[in-house]
């Protein structure tokens, strides 16, 4: 597995409207899309900065994995996500190298990417996600 470059970065905020101000106030970047991924319980609002993204997360129910997490660490940096080609193989490799996946098969994320987490006890405490385009 080699990624091709850092997709985005994801922000857990209590509340994506304040979030989305400061970053288009602050830095003065545009939120170009916000998104609902029910499965995961979490809205997400992205802005570009040079080639990478950044994804704020809020969580649309108290036991939603961002609720969670801000509850156990409080709202920053939530994951780091790598675009990868084959993403699959990504993992397969990942798993044949000892490191805990949380997904052992892709599944559907914002933006229409596939996606999938390593576990952040085998990435030296980060959490990790593998993105990738779908194939037309």
Known sequence: MKPTHIEHIGIAVEN???AIKFYENVFGL???KIEEVADQKVKTAFFMVGQTKIE???STSPDGPIARSIEKKGPGIHHIAFAV????KSLDHAAEKGVQLIDKQ???GAEGLNIAFLHPKSTYGVL??????PKD
Do not use: S
């Open 16 to 18: 994506l409207e304040d």
């Open 30 to 32: 545009e939120c170009y």
């Open 56 to 58: 704020l997360l809020e």
């Open 85 to 88: 080609n084959g993403l699959q």
């Open 106 to 108: 892709p599944r559907k």
């Open 128 to 133: 990790t996600e593998l993105c990738e385009h």
